[in-house]
């Protein structure tokens, strides 16, 4: 399903690309409602999520930013799709936040730790455990 809003995947990103950069970029277009990058050490590039006020200036970014070189790396744009209209049932769910870890602390680390307690669903560095 595509975003209703003006919502971008951008990805394809070098590891010293910034929201900061990514904003002065697409600013330059039209105003940015949020920026959120991603960026985890098992995965090989950093991506973001680049949401504008406007579906018209949205629309305009893909034709400017798409294939477009930043830092050496030929970006890729398109539009945040999700998965389904349907949101999974989480209402078994404990979500549990765990802060301040050192950079070391893998998904696989946290994983692990929490293994003992239910089935772990993960996105990112963020654990879910549902209830036994």
């Not at 697409?26 to 991506?47: A, L, R, V, W």
Request: proline share 5%; glycine share 6%; net charge neutral.
């Amino acid at each position: 399903m595509l975003s209703s809003t003006g919502k971008w995947y951008v990805g394809n990103l070098s590891r010293d690309v910034t929201e900061i950069l990514i904003l002065q970029l697409f600013t330059q277009i039209g105003p940015c409602k949020s920026c959120k990058m991603i960026t985890e050490q098992s995965s090989n590039d950093p991506y973001c999520f680049v949401e504008f006020f406007e579906h018209r200036d949205a629309a305009a970014a893909l034709a400017a930013m798409n294939g477009r070189k930043i830092l050496g790396k030929e970006v890729k744009v398109n539009w945040a799709t999700t998965p389904s209209s349907q949101k999974k049932d989480t209402s078994n769910h404990f979500h549990v936040f765990v802060g301040d870890l050192s950079p070391e602390i893998t998904t696989e680390d946290i994983k692990a730790a929490f293994a003992p307690f239910g089935k772990i669903s993960s996105s990112h560095k963020n654990v879910f455990v549902s209830g036994p």
